[in-house]
């Protein structure tokens, strides 16, 4: 399994952007998919999981009601889409798949699978 995010930028207060990942290889409906960020001098979190399965989602309590996780299978692509972002959520941020089910907070070590990551600047 391949990870390539995109979408990622420098936008405003309240700005709106929306990160894509593209999946090499989607045949297995356990995956777990997630997005994490790492800002500088912090460790990494998770802010979104998604269940390829099922399709429940789990959001960080920081980002609940303005980021939405989401997948097109037809695609292969996870996507998050993130509105009236905050300067508190500029980092690095990262697509991962885990051959498991969605557990948070989740464990870093359960992701096999990460992509290269896309900045996210709000100033």
């Known amino acids: 399994v391949q990870l390539v995010e995109s979408g990622g930028g420098s936008v405003e207060p309240g700005g709106t952007l929306r990160l894509s990942c593209d999946v090499s290889r989607y045949t297995y409906s356990g995956y777990c998919m997630g997005w994490f960020r790492q800002a500088a001098g912090k460790e990494r979190e998770g802010v979104a999981l998604?269940?390829?399965?099922?399709?429940?989602?789990v959001y960080a309590d920081s980002v609940k009601g303005r980021f939405t996780i989401s997948q097109d299978n037809a695609k292969n692509t996870l996507y998050l889409q993130m509105n009236s972002l905050k300067p508190e959520d500029a980092a690095m941020y990262y697509c991962a798949a885990a051959t498991s089910v969605c557990n948070w907070p989740p464990a870093l070590g359960s992701y096999n699978y990460w992509g290269q990551g896309t900045q996210v600047t709000v100033s």
């Open positions: 998604l269940s390829i399965h099922s399709g429940r989602t």
